[in-house]
């Protein structure tokens, strides 16, 4: 069974007739052809890997069925940047070396987003909370923690 | 994973509403609240969701507020609004002690308490808090038909409650507090903020004195289902904060009566020394909540 919707991503409007059960991350990726948003375990929401923000909340696309986003907001990782300027997460990950395969740093930019506009000055400890829903299997996080607090400075001076 | 042929999706705006798509499929429907089991369960092909009724679109069913009759808590308000919601602090806190450790971020951005009552996972966080606070459960039949439930009666068995097919929880309802109340809620995982072995929610209430007149003492992690322990309550009762050998054996006590059983990741032993551990940082925690500090 099939169902017309509209779901806008990153300010553009997809229109499309899909599947009731597609997962929202397969319209992201296969329908809007975004591929920054990764699948990884696809199964118990545990990776994070898919994380995406709908209506500015960080949520697991592949948790939501695409229906559930028809009229709503999603951002992903191709919206971070703006007029060709990387977001101050994504310059403080590059400078501080926080990811090397990559996989997870979609996601992990995703979810930190929202939390930093949450809690713009957090601790070491907040911060790695913050990541549970998140997994990175290469870095060990401690370059994440760094590029994080990085970034939280510049936000707050901006 | 992907799910199995979904042949409708329906997102209701109204309880009436939901209510009428649930007797119109004969219960056979799915329910959605913020899908964060549900969804496991159909990519899993545990269930085989022919049609969805979403309740994500229904305002009336979230919400909290809190008067001098108790609170009311709408079943899809969502964790990480029970986390923010300072009105919960003190007699009700141990929701947001519960919510705060839930998963994930994302996790507790969909997630509702009463999709976790109604799941009824046996390590979940809400079942013993809710269970120590007193709920209520309001369920609604199609054509409106409402029938309230002691929480004491509302969980069956692992992943089994008293909710029939067709009914919805409409409402948590928590009662005043007499005296001056504290509560507390504390888990521990393998990982952060994961799936408890153990999670004890504790209720207290004083007097003008510091005395502990009520005590409401529940464990999560145990087989079948959530279980509040009398034997602990009957210690508490009588015990002041500053009364560390009272409140150790209330805790021992809970840890005999409820005799937790091992399993593949972790002992018997263990987990009653997790109920005793725990069940100590949440008593003076509640205590403290209840008499602000004092006594
Ligand atoms: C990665 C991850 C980690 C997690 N960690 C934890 C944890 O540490 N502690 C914990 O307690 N839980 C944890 N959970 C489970 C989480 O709390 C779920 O959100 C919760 O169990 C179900 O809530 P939900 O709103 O998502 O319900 P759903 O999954 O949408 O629904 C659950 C069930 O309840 C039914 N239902 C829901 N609402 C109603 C209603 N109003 N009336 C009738 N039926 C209804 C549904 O039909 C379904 O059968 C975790 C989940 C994930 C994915
Ligand atoms: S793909 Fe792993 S959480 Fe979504
Ligand atoms: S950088 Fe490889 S999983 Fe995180």
């Known amino acids: ?158 | 994973m992907y799910p199995a042929i979904i042949e409708e999706y329906l997102a209701p705006a109204t309880v009436a509403d939901a209510l009428a798509a649930i007797a119109k499929h004969d219960g056979e429907a799915t329910v959605f609240a913020g899908g964060m089991s549900v969804m496991q369960a159909i990519k899993a092909r545990l269930i085989e969701a022919r049609c969805v009724i979403d309740l994500g679109n229904i305002a009336e069913l979230r919400g909290v507020s809190v008067g001098p009759d108790g609170a009311a808590i709408g079943p899809m308000t969502r964790y990480a609004d029970l986390v923010r919601d300072k009105k919960l602090h003190g007699a009700y806190q141990a929701l947001n002690d519960a919510a705060s450790t839930v998963g994930d971020r994302q996790v507790r951005n969909r997630g509702t308490i009463g999709g976790s009552l109604c799941w009824n996972y046996i390590a979940a966080c809400m079942p013993p808090t809710v269970l120590a606070l007193d709920a209520r459960i309001e369920l609604t039949a199609p054509g409106g038909g409402k029938r309230t439930v002691p929480i004491g009666e509302f969980f069956l068995g692992a992943l089994e409650t008293v909710r029939r097919d067709e009914e919805l929880m409409t409402k948590i309802t928590l009662p005043a507090a007499k005296g001056k109340a504290g509560s507390s809620y504390k888990k521990w995982s393998t990982q952060v903020d994961g799936l408890p072995i153990i999670g004890v929610a504790v209720y207290i209430e004083t007097d003008g004195s510091g005395v502990c007149t009520v005590a409401r003492f529940a464990v999560g992690g145990i087989l079948p289902i959530v279980k509040r322990s009398a034997a602990a309550e009957g210690q508490l009762v009588g015990t002041k904060a500053s009364d560390a050998d009272g409140i150790a054996r209330a805790t021992a006590a809970a840890a005999e009566e409820l005799d937790p059983q091992g399993d593949r990741w972790v002992q018997a032993a263990y987990r009653k020394l997790l109920i005793q551990s725990l069940g100590g940082e949440v008593v003076a925690k509640a205590f403290e909540r209840a008499t602000g500090g004092a006594a």
């Open chain 1, 1 to 158: 069974m099939n169902k017309d919707v509209k779901i806008s991503i990153n300010g553009v409007a997809y229109e499309k007739s899909v599947p009731l059960r597609m997962l929202l991350v397969d319209f992201i990726r296969d329908e809007a052809g975004l591929t920054g948003t990764h699948i990884g375990c696809t199964y118990e929401g545990r990776c994070g890997t898919c994380t995406v923000q709908m209506d500015g909340e960080a949520v697991k696309s592949c948790m939501l069925l695409a229906v559930q986003a028809d009229g709503r907001e999603i951002a992903t990782v191709e919206g971070l940047a703006s007029n060709g300027r990387l977001h101050p997460l994504q310059e403080a990950f590059n400078e501080h070396h926080a990811l090397q395969c990559g996989f997870c740093t979609p996601g992990i930019l995703m979810n930190t987003e929202e939390f930093l506009k949450e809690n713009p000055d957090p601790s070491e400890a907040e911060i790695r909370r913050s990541l549970v829903g998140n997994i990175c299997r290469c870095t060990g996080y401690d370059h994440i923690i760094d590029a994080i607090q990085t970034a939280a400075k510049r936000l707050r001076q901006a």
